[in-house]
């Protein structure tokens, strides 16, 4: 069974930083698509970031627009963990932030339905 728990959330004001970690329970490096999700009160959830790779290097990495400049996503195989860096959040930032990985190498890195195993979350809150 494997286990991905996330750390790392927190309350910060708008402008301040974050970094979120995804601790596996097994080694990254046979993960293909690893990504980051939200998901705020009221509305679906939506993907933030992904990683795409191949025996632990980055193929690429994929960013929504509200993440693009602001948002880093990445990976320490040593620690079988991966990382979303947040700066200069905005209250528009506040969700749920899931951990999300798969085995296969996805179409569309958006889809949660390209990502067989989650996390159960850290909460994210960013006040004005």
């Known amino acids: 069974q494997v286990v991905l728990v996330e750390s790392g959330g927190g309350s910060v004001q708008t402008g301040g930083s974050l970094r979120l970690s995804c601790a596996a329970s097994?080694?990254?490096?046979?993960?293909?698509?690893v990504g980051w999700f939200r998901q705020a009160p009221g509305k679906e959830r939506e993907g933030v970031a992904a990683?795409?790779?191949?025996?632990?290097?980055?193929?690429?990495?994929y960013y929504s627009d509200f993440a693009e400049g602001r948002f880093t996503i990445s990976q320490d195989d040593a620690l079988n963990t991966v990382y979303l860096q947040m700066n200069s959040l905005k209250p528009d930032d506040s969700a749920m932030y899931y951990c999300?990985?798969?085995?296969?190498?996805?179409?569309?890195?958006?889809?949660?339905?390209?990502?067989?195993?989650w996390g159960k979350g850290t909460q994210v809150t960013v006040s004005p």
């Open positions: 999300a990985a798969d085995k296969k190498l996805g179409v569309n890195w958006t889809l949660a339905s390209e990502y067989t195993y």
């Open positions: 097994e080694y990254t490096n046979t993960w293909k698509f």
């Open positions: 990683i795409s790779t191949v025996d632990g290097r980055t193929l690429d990495d």
